[in-house]
């Protein structure tokens, strides 16, 4: 009986080892957080001053973008942010500054990405002269081009 126990606690080893190594390797999967509100304040530079800005989406897109800069306070018209209503998971923001044309500009640099990288999808411009304009605006198949490579 004693050999029958041990060939039996033998193959349960050899089976379980093998379920052990056996079994899929789960790889964690980074899930993107989209940003519904921000607020970045910023000293800015000599010529900007400080800058503020505010946006607001929801699941249908950006519904509100206002900057201060320049000594402006504008919202964002519905045009615009129409044409860049549909980034669905813009979950990066960033500010930066530079001349555009002659003009100087304030500008707001919206992202996708996670700790792999990230994919500037949008960047709006707000000028000296309280203009905004689409400086860069990627389709959603571009976006996924990106993101292939």
């Given at each position: 009986m004693s050999g029958n126990k041990s060939l039996v606690l033998a193959l349960l080893?050899?089976?379980?080892?093998?379920?052990?190594?056996?079994l899929p390797a789960?790889?964690?999967k980074e899930g993107l957080l989209s940003l519904y509100r921000v607020i970045l304040d910023s000293p800015g530079t000599t010529e900007s001053g400080p800058v503020h800005v505010e946006m607001q989406r929801s699941?249908?897109?950006?519904d509100?973008?206002?900057?201060?800069?320049?000594g402006r306070n504008e919202s964002a018209p519905p045009e615009l942010l129409q044409a860049?209503?549909?980034?669905?998971?813009?979950?990066?923001?960033?500010?930066?500054?530079?001349?555009?044309?002659g003009?100087?500009?304030?500008?707001?640099?919206?992202?996708?990405?996670?700790?792999?990288?990230?994919?500037?999808?949008?960047?709006?411009g707000f000028s000296e002269n309280g203009k905004f304009s689409i400086i860069k605006n990627l389709s959603q198949e571009q976006v996924e081009e990106a993101e292939r490579r």
């Open positions: 080893g050899a089976v379980l080892l093998t379920l052990v190594f056996a789960h790889a964690s699941d249908r897109g950006i509100k973008l206002r900057i201060s800069a320049f860049i209503k549909r980034k669905a998971w813009i979950n990066g923001v960033q500010l930066s500054s530079g001349g555009i044309t003009e100087r500009y304030a500008s707001v640099v919206l992202t996708e990405g996670g700790s792999w990288g990230a994919i500037v999808v949008a960047v709006v």
